[in-house]
């Protein structure tokens, strides 16, 4: 089977310098491309550098909302310089109400300047969103249609917001995470993603499959990327589909999205 990483973040300094050695262990499991995802300034080079020695790597760059406090006057023109050399997609970027502390100023001005940008050059996009559905589908119902379509990454919300979501382009990434027994509600929302919607990632080095399900450990729960084998396993259990013909729908899908 070839198998597709929707989104991951492999440059995370918590890999300690080994992702050569992680890209290895994940193609000789059948993993034929992943989108690494940069956060915040600072990392971008990272993404763009594994980028340029790997070519299952499909970099995104993007100013997700913990970040969105930190960032310099010239981080727009920074992110379209990074996109003019490596252009791929845009992302992580988003909103969130959930993690502590986090101020809310600010995320609006820079999710719609991120979103414009990936309409205007037609790239798709990965989306961040926590406990802000609501706010989310109005600023995307108001906002530029992205041609492309964008990824709600490791989806969390109302089963019942799906079908209005897909209609705006969204596909909705199912991570390892939510093969936890605890996350039933999470799950119940996936039944609901249209079959030609549905992508998988492992959301490395975070998101990490119960124990039992792990296949490639790297202590203090750090999710290596090479556990997409086991993702995939769980979202076939949980749709009732046979692993090739899910395999073969997430290609599908993943090319769709993000090209070949």
Known sequence: ???????????????????DELIADCVAVGLSRMVVNGTCESDWPAVAALAKRHDCVLPSFGLHPWFVHERSPEWLAKLEQQLDDCPAAVGEFGLDRWKPGL??????EVFTAQLCLAAERDLPASIHCLKTWGRLHELLRGGPLLKRGFLLHSYGGPAEMVEPLAKLGAYFSFPGAFAHERKTRQRDAFRQVPAERLLIETDAPDQALPDD???????????????????????????????NDLAKRMEENFVRLFGG
Do not use: C, K, S
């Open 103 to 108: 101020g809310y100023d600010g995320q609006e």
């Open 1 to 19: 089977m070839r198998l597709f990483d929707a989104h991951n973040h492999l440059q995370d300094a918590r890999f300690g310098g080994q992702q």
């Open 213 to 243: 399900r792990v296949a490639h450990a790297l202590g203090q729960a750090t999710n290596h990327p090479a556990n997409i084998t086991a993702v995939y396993g769980a979202a076939a259990e949980l749709l009732a589909q046979a692993p």
